[in-house]
C-alpha cells in the first residue's frame, strides 16, 4: 500500500489560525479603532503596500503599556477546529507552521498552546514596558510569508507540492502561489478568486478531508 507523503501546512493568523484581527483589538485600547480601519483601507484599495500600512497601523499603539498584549490575547479565540486540523497533519507525520503579519507577542504564545512547528510574525517594539508605535526586526509581508514557506518546507524534508496553504487574505497570495495546494479560508475577493479551493464554513477541521487526512 502506498503511504500518503507527508504535509507541511502553513496558515496564516488573524481571520484564518484566529477569529480576530489583532491589530484592530489592540486600536480599540488605543482608542484609534476608526484611524487604523482607515489605514486599512487604504491598503486594501492599493494606495498602501503592507509594510507601510503596518507601519502607519502599529504608530497609533504608540505609548500603550505593554500589558494591552496580554488583554488583546486574552480576547483572541482560537478558529473551530483548528486543533483537529493540526492533529491531524501532525498524526500523518506532518508538520504546522503559522505565519502572519501580525506580532510575535501574540503568535508565539497561540504556536505553544497549538503545537505548531513552526510560526513567524513581526514584533511590536516595546521600551520600559511601553509600546513605541514601531516595529523591530525583518517585515512579514506578502513575500515574507512564501519565503517562510520555501524555508520550512526545506527544513521539514517536505517537496513543495506536498505543500499547504491557507489563509483568508490579499497578504496570504504569494505563499498560496508557491504552495502545492492553496485553500481560501474566509476568503477576501482576491483569495476567493486565486484559491484552488476555497472552505465553505468556518470550520478549518472542513480541510482534514480535502487533505485526505
Ligand atoms: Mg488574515
Do not use: Y
Not at 10 to 18: A, E, K, M, N, Q
Not at 106 to 128: G, K, M, S, Y
Not at 147 to 160: G, K
Request: aromatic content about 2%; some cysteine; glycine content about 8%.
Amino acid at each position: 500500500m502506498n503511504q500518503s507523503p507527508r504535509l507541511l501546512v502553513i496558515l496564516d493568523v488573524d481571520s484564518t489560525l484566529i477569529e480576530q484581527e489583532v491589530i484592530e483589538l489592540l486600536a480599540d485600547c488605543a482608542g484609534k479603532r476608526a484611524e487604523v480601519e482607515a489605514v486599512t483601507e487604504r491598503a486594501m484599495s492599493g494606495e498602501l503596500d503592507f509594510t507601510a500600512s503596518l507601519k502607519a497601523r502599529v504608530s497609533h499603539l504608540k505609548g500603550l503599556p505593554e500589558s494591552v498584549i496580554a488583554e488583546t490575547l486574552a480576547k483572541c479565540t482560537v478558529t473551530t477546529g483548528a486543533h483537529k486540523l493540526i492533529e491531524a497533519v501532525q498524526a500523518k507525520g506532518g508538520k504546522v507552521g503559522a505565519v502572519s503579519g501580525g506580532f510575535s507577542q501574540l503568535l508565539d504564545p497561540l504556536a505553544v498552546t497549538l503545537n505548531l512547528d513552526f510560526h513567524r510574525a513581526n514584533q511590536l517594539e516595546v521600551v520600559d514596558g511601553i509600546l513605541t508605535g514601531d516595529v523591530i526586526g525583518t517585515i512579514i509581508d506578502k513575500p515574507a510569508k512564501a519565503t517562510a514557506l520555501r524555508q520550512w518546507a526545506i527544513e521539514s524534508n517536505i517537496d513543495l507540492k506536498h505543500t499547504v496553504a491557507i489563509g483568508d487574505g490579499a497578504n496570504d497570495l504569494d505563499m498560496m502561489n508557491v504552495a502545492g495546494l492553496s485553500i481560501g479560508f474566509n476568503a477576501k475577493p482576491r483569495v476567493r478568486a486565486a484559491a484552488d479551493v476555497i472552505l465553505a464554513s468556518n470550520d478549518l477541521s472542513e480541510a482534514i478531508g480535502l487533505l485526505g487526512l
